[in-house]
């Protein structure tokens, strides 16, 4: 028989020892289909299937084919054959897994999207259905073929040589002439394996080359060579002379092995007997995912290899592990990992999300049921590899303290104890190292996975760790993640039944447990209270967890209840020891079930669990993923719970739990008492609302109401108020919780408030009670002002009457927000206060003199009069009061006394707005006037002044306008060089309204405008006015001057004018100090200015004269300047 060393499955080395002349040549005979032989091809194929048959296909999936040659001298041509014919593979879903990223179970699928069309399985059907696949032959376990690939609109026809090599029913290599470049195979390979598998009969099945070569003697060995490499001289002929030159060296290493290579002659005893998988190719892709930075869909990819991992994991594929460690290796070779820590920064949220299915997928992993301990090692080692390296992401994203290792080690009981706790540094991978320790050789966990009968009805310890409930039914006692990581690892390894064994022991345990639980509260409440407080029962919760121990029991019973697993197919049974790995088939599970109770099914059971899990109190993590990822695992689990059905069963369960959660203190988030680093419950509690509301109202009322609690934003614990029922107790007094997510928990409370206002529409006193929850409880007031305007919106739909007791809840929340935002900054404070009017008007007139009564606590005197009062006392809000004329003036005397109460607060910005409102009421209008004007001296600037003396003299009290006026300039100050300044046109309005009042009164005027102002340019203006009449303003007032100008030598104008002139000098001056080029001609323009105001008095011009030989002594030194005074001025 053929002699081996160790090489690679192609290039077995195969010899012949000696050729048994009792081997007939007819026995020998090439070319016979594929399966056919002396004892098959009459036969039929209703026959029985022949012991030779069943013989050679249990060797063909088992041995390798020199383990076969070795163990017998000679093997009879017809078992070779058999053999080689039952060593392909016989199934289409490890083919399909293989060229594809879709599962097997869509094989045959009709109606695929033009996506799956494209798929390289998919094209490898149509291929074959088309009749591309020619010249299909079977030598030895090798297959070969060629496929064309018809031409399109776009590219030519294809014709590609393919290859497979495979092995124990699995494809070992592929070659094909397309050149494919991809993780998967590609469709040409597709289109010839399937050929094989669907037409064995139709192919044509030689012995491995080796076999016939033996047959031949020399000459014909000598003419096969020569025919060979005529065909292919161009090819083959150097290698061949090659190798004839080192056959012919007696010394050479070729003549020094016994035997010689062939690729069809199947694989050695030392080979892997593996699928084959294209290594460098699933590097390079993942590294091109990687660096697209989740751009292009890479994302998408990435996890589409993962869910390829787990499929292959499922079909106990060697590959599975295999290709997460190729995988793993690129992710830890990404360069932004180390970039990312030496910024500080921290990774994006769906990278985070990629981390955390590898670290699951390796958990899985290492929990394989049937492993090899030289397997889990190398796993270990490799794991604890990349556990050491400095940027290896740490499971809950943060750099900082995390937790202890929890997986074996915390109790579940009520003596938990974090303070004793230390709190290490743990990466994505450490759960899957700690879980390297863990077993399956347990003989009550072997019993609970292995039986559906395993009971013991006589059992009746009750200790905490019993083995059985008082049913009799089994329990497993374990860190109930780690025990959910088990279910998981059997579901991903193709144990599904067990998977369910498990699952359902496990949430016995928990039922259990909770009822424990519900009990020790209620023998050691008044001790609990009293004390303030109570035991940690879990630092990590379940739901947010890095395993999801209760998303794995949720998906497993709802699979299991919905039929979706194909048991009788996939299953692996456990004849005693897990190891086996045995196929056979399983019946499919039973309607009814052993260790469920009556009416339950696993549907119930898994709606049951997702509220343990979710109605379980635990501490909110550190850092921002963490908090995140609670939040959005609890979304994603109510997010399926919503898609179940209620039926009565589930209400039942519904109401059961919704009774312990109230009832079981510190081991519910919503019992009585709290943590204040607790996760919050509004989330959940609003589906409860929600489903219970129809069924039992009151239920779900209390529920919904002892959720709304949020004691992380108080700003103290109380410490024995024995008072309270929602007692709060700290678990680290010390320490300020850090939570990343608190505006998102704060919308989450609020959706809660308004899923039940709006439920309880009509209801006054649930209205009233859930108003008081939103009071005590909500503490940001833009969600408050949300209610408020959701209670708003319901109360006044417009098909219905409005509500009043849900529009009095809006307003008194409206008013709470008021009051909350007064004295803090928050942008949106005038809307508010114009939606609390809207409001207020819409709940009657009664409301709105409430308000006004009580401004001061609720508005700024700003608000107060310029929204608030002038909303109230617009006609579009008498219109819609529908007010009598009695119930009008008794609203604008309140408008108008808050208008005068806010004048007197601060009359800067409300003065105005007062002797606005009370125009049409004399002796509310002096008094404004008269805060006015007592304010005025200390109160109020020029501008609020001259804006009210503007006012006064546009409603017709000229004198009122021209008192207010000269109480302005007091205040007003201009600077030389202050010619664009805004109270200018103030001034030159005061000047001329003075002017339209006569002569003393411009007479007193004008000592203030001296004073107050030193800009020689409008100082100027105002002197030109003042000489001439102003037809309007005298005809506005009924009084006129003489209509003769005012003489400039006598008062009140010559002191305007020397005054002017003087600013004109002082001016100039000031200019000339720093005056550059490039400013001469406007300054020459300027002295023009000047001298026209000169010229206004009776000596102005020997004044300027002298002014003009002033500046060329002083500054003769400005010579380019003085020339331009000397060609302008003389």
């Not at 060629?146 to 030519?156: F, G, L, N």
């Not at 594929?317 to 360069?335: K, V, Y």
């Not at 390894?493 to 009990?519: D, F, S, W």
């Not at 059961?656 to 959660?661: H, Y």
């Amino acid at each position: 028989m053929a002699e081996r060393v160790q090489q690679p499955p192609a290039k077995r080395l195969c010899c012949r020892q000696g050729y048994n002349s009792t081997c007939k040549q007819g026995q020998r005979a090439a070319g016979a289909p594929c399966g056919a032989s002396a004892s098959t091809e009459s036969s039929k194929t209703q026959n029985p299937e022949s012991l030779l048959d069943i013989a050679a296909r249990k060797v063909a999936e088992k041995w390798p084919f020199q383990r076969v040659e070795e163990r017998f001298e000679r093997i009879p041509e017809p078992v070779q054959r058999r053999i080689v014919y039952w060593s392909f593979p016989r199934s289409e879903r490890e083919i399909c897994m293989y060229s594809s990223f879709n599962t097997g179970e869509e094989i045959g699928s009709s109606g695929e999207s033009s996506d799956e069309t494209r798929l390289p399985f998919r094209r490898g059907i149509a291929l074959l259905e088309s009749g591309c696949v020619d010249n299909v032959l079977q030598v030895g376990f090798h297959l070969s073929g060629t496929v064309r690939e018809p031409a399109t609109s776009s590219e030519p026809e294809l014709l590609c040589n393919v290859s497979v090599s495979f092995d124990r029913c699995k494809i070992t290599a592929v070659t094909c002439g397309c050149g494919n470049k991809d993780i998967f195979y590609c469709a040409h390979v597709v289109a010839l394996s399937l050929y094989r598998v669907r037409k064995p009969e139709q192919v044509k099945l030689r012995l491995p080359i080796s076999e016939t070569l033996f047959q031949m003697n020399r000459d014909q060995l000598q003419k096969f060579v020569q025919y060979l490499i005529t065909v292919h001289h161009t090819e083959v002929l150097p290698t061949a002379q090659k190798l004839a030159d080192e056959i012919l060296s007696q010394n050479s290493e070729i003549n020094q092995v016994h035997g010689a290579p062939d690729p069809t002659a199947g694989a050695s005893v030392d080979d892997e007997n593996c699928w084959h998988l294209d290594e460098e190719q699933v590097q390079e892709q993942v590294k091109l995912f990687l660096s697209q930075g989740g751009y292009h869909g890479s994302g998408k990819q990435l996890n589409l290899l993962f869910s390829k991992v787990r499929e292959m994991l499922k079909m106990r594929d060697s590959n599975g592990a295999r290709m997460l460690t190729l995988i793993t290796e690129q992710f830890m070779g990404d360069p932004r990992l180390a970039l990312w820590r030496q910024q500080g920064t921290t990774m994006t949220d769906k990278y985070r999300q990629l981390w955390d299915e590898l670290g699951a997928l390796w958990m899985c992993v290492v929990l394989n049921p049937h492993y090899k301990p030289e397997q889990k090692g190398f796993w270990l080692r490799q794991l604890r590899r990349w556990n050491s390296v400095d940027v290896c992401p740490l499971e809950d994203g943060n750099h900082g303290a995390e937790l202890t290792n929890l997986t074996n080690a915390l109790p579940q009981g009520p003596a938990g104890n974090p303070d004793s706790l230390t709190r290490p540094h743990r990466t994505v991978f450490t759960r899957a190292i700690e879980a390297c320790d863990l077993h399956w050789q347990d003989p009550h966990l072997q019993q609970i996975i292995t039986k559906d009968q395993y009971t013991n009805y006589c059992y009746h310890d009750n200790l905490d760790s019993s083995l059985f409930d008082t049913r009799g039914w089994p329990m497993w006692h374990e860190h109930v993640p780690t025990a959910c990581a088990r279910v998981d690892a059997l579901r991903s390894h193709g144990y599904p039944k067990e998977a369910l064994r498990l699952a359902i022991a496990i949430v016995n345990t928990l039922r259990r447990q909770q009822q424990k639980q519900l009990n020790f509260f209620r023998t050691h409440k008044k001790e609990l209270l009293h004390k303030g407080v109570t035991s940690v029962t879990n630092l990590e919760g379940w739901v947010g967890h890095p395993l999801d121990p209760i998303g794995t029991l949720f998906s497993t019973l709802m699979e299991t209840g919905r039929g979706r697993e194909e048991v009788a197919n996939t299953l692996l049974d456990f004849p005693g020891s897990l190891g086996s790995g045995r196929r056979m088939e399983l019946p499919v599970f039973p309607t009814k079930q052993r260790f469920l109770e009556d009416g339950e099914s696993f549907v119930s059971l898994a709606v049951e669990t997702a509220l343990i899990g979710l109605g379980q109190q635990r501490v909110m993590p550190d850092g921002l993923y963490a908090q995140e990822k609670v939040c959005r695992n609890e979304e994603q689990l109510l997010a399926r719970l919503q898609e179940v059905d209620l039926d009565d069963t589930l209400v039942k369960i519904f109401r059961k739990q919704a009774a312990f959660l109230l009832d079981a203190g510190p081991y519910s988030g919503l019992g009585e008492l709290l943590y204040r680093e607790s996760v919050p419950m509004h989330t959940f509690a609003k589906y409860l609302f929600t489903s219970l509301l129809p069924h039992d109202a009151e239920l779900a009322y209390k529920i919904a109401l002892r959720a709304m609690r949020l004691p992380v934003l108080e700003s103290t614990s109380p410490s024995a108020d024995l008072s309270r029922p929602h007692h709060i107790v700290s678990l680290v007094p010390n320490r300020l919780p850090r939570w990343f997510t608190l505006s998102h928990i704060e919308t989450q409370q609020c959706e809660l408030a308004s899923t039940m206002l709006t439920a309880a529409k009509g209801d006054a006193l649930k209205l009233q009670t859930v108003l008081e929850s939103i009071q005590k409880n909500i503490h940001s007031a833009s969600h408050i002002f949300k209610l408020a305007q959701d209670a708003f919106k319901i109360a006044t739909l417009m098909d219905s009457l409005p509500d009043i007791t849900l529009l009095k809840v809006s307003l008194e929340l409206g008013l709470q927000v008021m009051r909350m935002t007064l004295s803090t900054l928050n942008w949106r404070r005038r809307e508010m206060v114009r939606w609390l009017v809207t409001c207020a008007t819409e709940a009657g007139v009664f409301a709105l003199d409430s308000i006004m009564q009580n401004w001061f606590t609720l508005f700024t005197p700003t608000e107060a009069t310029s929204v608030v009062a002038s909303t109230v006392m617009s006609n579009s809000t008498i219109v819609r009061l529908h007010l009598d004329c009695h119930q009008q003036e008794n609203l604008a005397n309140s408008a108008r006394t808050l208008a005068l109460q806010c004048a007197m607060k601060d009359p800067q910005n409300c003065a105005l707005s007062a002797l606005t409102l009370c125009e049409k009421d004399h002796i509310a209008f002096e008094t404004a006037y008269q805060i006015v004007l007592d304010a005025a001296a200390t109160g109020m600037n020029y501008t609020q002044l001259f804006t009210i003396a503007r006012y006064m003299e546009h409603r017709g009290y000229p004198m009122r306008a021209y008192k207010l006026a000269t109480l302005a300039m007091t205040h007003l100050n201009l600077s030389y060089n202050q010619d664009t300044h805004p109270a200018i046109n103030d001034v030159l309005w005061a000047c001329a309204l003075s002017h339209s009042l006569g002569k003393n009164e411009l007479a007193s005027v004008i000592p203030l405008v001296v004073k107050s102002v030193k800009c020689a340019t409008v100082l100027s203006d105002i002197l030109r006015r003042c000489t001439l009449t102003t037809p309007s303003m005298v005809a506005l007032h009924s009084r006129r001057n003489s209509g003769k100008l005012m003489p400039l030598d006598k008062a009140p104008l010559r002191q305007l004018l020397d005054a002017t002139i003087g600013a004109y000098i002082n001016t100039t001056h000031s200019r000339l100090t720093h005056i550059s080029p490039r400013h001469y001609s406007e300054f020459i323009e300027f002295l023009s200015k000047a001298r026209e105001t000169f010229l206004m008095a009776h000596d102005g011009h020997i004044q300027f004269t002298q002014f003009i030989d002033n500046l060329k002594q002083i500054y003769k030194g400005k010579k380019k300047l003085m020339m331009l005074v000397r060609e302008r001025f003389g």
